[in-house]
């Protein structure tokens, strides 16, 4: 499908369907606009608009869609993908401007929000109410773009991730229509289910402007534990028999000895520099945190354990938390002549220690490049870092061909190329061998909601 550049007459008509300062051109706002948090390359915008209504979407949408226009919704840009890029040209719809909360409906744990809110900011507003929204990426996202990515994080091992607190969306279609898809019921098995077909499909099926989200309980009690293991390995088995023991822990993080020595050297911390296990869990009473407490460290003891530090305090946690979450930028820091890109990647609990140990080893025979393991542990998520010098092209061969070979192993061990950073640009490749026929029916349903391919155009789908 051919999609067309702006000409005078578009920039004209879209100009006039929001007010002029949510209308920019300007050369520092397409530049900002241009790429993510990844090392893909930049898409330069023709304009970036800022809708403020699900009305004012519609109306561009259905513009865009006539003159075959490009569209791609902007969050806070901080997929690791490419996924926000827009690879070509035309249309991104920023919604900066569309972040306010609508109604917090405590008494049906619910929320009703514009897809411009942070995370962060509307658990902040939430906090008096003793609920709260659980998936966490870390990084200031949207919700819009975490329903988009279908985001998760450090408390999806307990909570799941976006997709199971999406009860409701009104979803403006590629040609202008608006929707609305769920319900704000519990439970439903009222027809196909298109609110998780919009879930995680990157802004490529309709844009979302509007969403009710369920919210979980903060729990009375929480209770934190570190515990640092002879290899990876140790602490990968320990891992399993943690999630098997059913005490159901609110987050398990796994970071590889290097990760450590970063955060000893940039955060002061005073960690052994060893693989290392963060364990938080959440419970009603601290009689029943103990219990659990005790036999996380029984097990780990059981796994070789060199150190168990439990009763953390809850600044204690928050610092070891943001360092956990500020992993990528403390590895620019000690590599600033880098450039990295993450595999991210999630098996099988049972597969987990193979995976691990599988691309470490990999990585490690490699001499051009540095590698730092991290990841979601308790989910089976793994993230491996990998980086080079810029313009070190055997470096970037042997990247090249470590994403493949953990990515394919992944697979083949029953899991997925992406374990919560969506596909956007840089897992297309692997859609095919993830997918086989499935695909296709992927395609047909794109097709069918986006005829003319204006939507996010350049993601998802092989070339
Ligand atoms: C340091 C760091 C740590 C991270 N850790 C995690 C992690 O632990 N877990 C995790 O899941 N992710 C993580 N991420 C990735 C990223 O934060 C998430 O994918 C997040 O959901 C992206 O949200 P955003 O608002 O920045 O969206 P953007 O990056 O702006 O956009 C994401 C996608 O959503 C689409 N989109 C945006 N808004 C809309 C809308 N209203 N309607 C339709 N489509 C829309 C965009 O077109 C794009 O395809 C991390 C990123 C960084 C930089």
Known sequence: MTLNHLGEEDHRHLASLVAADRYATGESVLRTHSRDQSRHRAGKPEVVIFPDTKEEIAAILRYANERRLPVTGWGAGSSLEGNPIPVCGGIVLSFARMNRILNIREEDFQIDVQPGVIYKEMNHALRHTGLFFPPDPGAAATIGGMIANNAS????????????????????????????????AAKSSSGYDLVHLFVGSEGMLGIVAEATLRLAAIQEEMAWAVANFPTVTDAAQAVMYIIRSGIDP???????????????????????????????????????????????????REEGCLEFRQGLDRAERDRLIEARHGLAELIQQAHPEQSRIVIDVAVPAASYTEMLLFARELAQREEEITAYTFGHAGDGNIHLVVGTRRDNHAGWRAIDTLNQRVVHRALALGGTATGEHGVGIGKRQFMAAEHGASLEWMKKIKTLFDPNGILNPGKMFPE
Do not use: W
């Open 250 to 300: 609110a987050a398990v993080e796994l970071m590889a000895s290097e990760c450590i020595e970063l955060m000893n050297r940039f955060k002061n911390f005073n960690l052994a520099p060893a693989p290392t296990l963060f364990i938080e869990m959440h419970g009603p009473t601290k009689r029943h945190l103990a219990e659990c407490t005790q036999i996380v460290e029984e097990i780990s």
């Open 153 to 184: 994080g450090t408390r999806t091992v307990r909570y799941g991730s976006t997709k199971d607190y999406v009860q409701r969306l009104t979803m403006v279609l590629a040609g202008g229509e608006i929707i609305e898809v769920g319900n704000r």
